[in-house]
C-alpha cells in the first residue's frame, strides 16, 4: 500500500514521466530535484483545518454527554478520534510546503514558530492550572490567595505549574500543543533528511508505519519490562504528550507536501474513489469495534482507544478523503463569496477556538449535567456541540480583537484600523444579551463569562480607538468622503 502512495505522491502521471523524475532524482546525488517555486494560500486546507477542528469539539461534546459504557458514543469517537493524527499530518504538510523550495534557518525558525505557539501554550497552561486548582471548585477565586498565603502553600502550587508547563498536562486538550512544539523543535533536522533521502521516502514511511504500528501495540497491550523503571518509566507514562505516536501521521504530511504536485494531481483524479474507500474502511474499523465489544468482552472506552493499532487505516483514509474534499472545493471555489470569506475566517481563528473550547465546554458542564439523565443523549450531544461552537467562537473573536490575541490565539491582535466598530460592538453587545439570558432565564452560570467578555470588548473598543490610539496601529483608519 505505501509503494501505491509513495507513486501518487511522487508524480501522479504516466509511468516515463515517473520514472524520469526518478532518474532526475538519482542524478543529482540524492538530492531532491529543485522544484518550481511555489507559494500562495493551500485552499484545500481550510476544508481539512477547519472538519479537523470542529470534530475535536464534537469528539470532547460526546465524551461530555454520554456514558463511558455506552457503545454507541464510544463507536463514534472511535471515528472522530482521527482529528490529533490529522492535526500533526497538516503540521508537518504546512511546515513543508512553506520551506521545502527555500533555505530555512533553524534559529529563525523556532524563534517565529515558538512565538506564536510558546506563548499560547503557556499563557493557556497558567490559565488552565488558575482555573483547575483554584477557581472552578468553590469558593472559587478565593482560593488563590489562601493557596498563596504560606510558603508551603507556594511551592506545592509553583510545582503543580512548572510540571504542567514541563508535561502539557494543564488540560486534557494541551498536549497537542507539546507535541507541536516537539516538532518544530526537530523540524530543520527532519527537513535536512528530507531531502537527503529524496528517491527512498516510501521506505521511510514503511519504516515509519512499523513502528507506529509496534509501539501502538505495546501502549495498548503491555509494556517492554524495560520501560517499567526510572527515567524510561515515566517516559512511557507520558508517550502521548511526545511526538513518538505522532511520527507517521507528521511525517506522512511531511512527504505529501514534498511532493506536492505529484500527489494533487493524483487525489484529484480519485477523490470520488478515495471518498467511497474512506467510508468503506471506516465501515469495517467500526465492525471491528463492535467485534471487540461484544466477542471479546473489551470495555467500549478500552476499544475506542486512540492508539489502538486496528484504527491506523481508518485515520489515514479520513485524512485523505478531507484532503480529496478540500482540492474540490479549491477548485470550484468562488473567490470573495461568503463561504469563501467564511472559511478564511474560520481558519484564521481555528487555533484559538481550540485552545478556547475546553474552557467553554467545562463552563456548559453544570448545565449539561441538568438535562444529561433527562434529555435523550444524542439531543444534548449536539445542542451542546452548536452551543460550544458558538460560545467558542465569541470567546475567540473577543480575543482576536484585543490586544491578548497573540498570548491567547498565537495571532497578533487585528487592528483597529481593519476591525469594523459596528461588527466588534454588535458582537460586544449580543454576547451580552444572550449571555444574560441564558445567566437569568434558562440559569446557564456560562451565560456570566459571556457578560463579561462582552463588556471586555466594548470597553476596549473605546479605549482602543481613544486613549490607546496611535502610532501602533491601534487609531482606526480615516474614511475620506
Known sequence: MLWCIEDCLISGGPDDERTRRRADGRARGRGAPKPKKQGGHLYELDVVRIVTFAGVIFDHCVSGTTFPFSVASNAIQTMFHYT????????????VYQYRDRKLNAVDFWRRRYKAVGLPFVAWTVFYWLYHMYVMWPPAFSNIPRTFETWEGTVAALKVLAYDLLTGDAWYHLYFVFVTMQVYLIFPFLLKFLRWTWGYHRYLLAGSLVFHLVLLHYMTTLRPEIFNYGLLAKLWNHLPATVFPYQFFTLLGCVAAMHLEGMRAWVVRFRGRIIVLALGVIAATLITYGHKVSMEGMFPTDAANVFRPYAAAMFV??????????????????????WDKFLSTASDRSFGIFLVHAFALQELAPTIHRFRFDVYAPIVTVVTFVVTVFFTAAITEVLRRTPVSLWTTGRKMIPMAKQSLRVSVGIGVAMIVIGAAFYWIVDVPAGAVSIFLGAVLLVWQALGRTVFAGPAGARPAQIKA
Open 84 to 95: 490529533r493524527n490529522a492535526f500533526f499530518a497538516l503540521t508537518g504538510f504546512v511546515l
Open 317 to 338: 483514509m479520513i485524512i485523505m478523503a478531507l484532503y480529496a474534499a478540500g482540492t474540490y472545493w479549491s477548485d470550484h471555489r468562488t473567490a470573495g463569496s461568503f
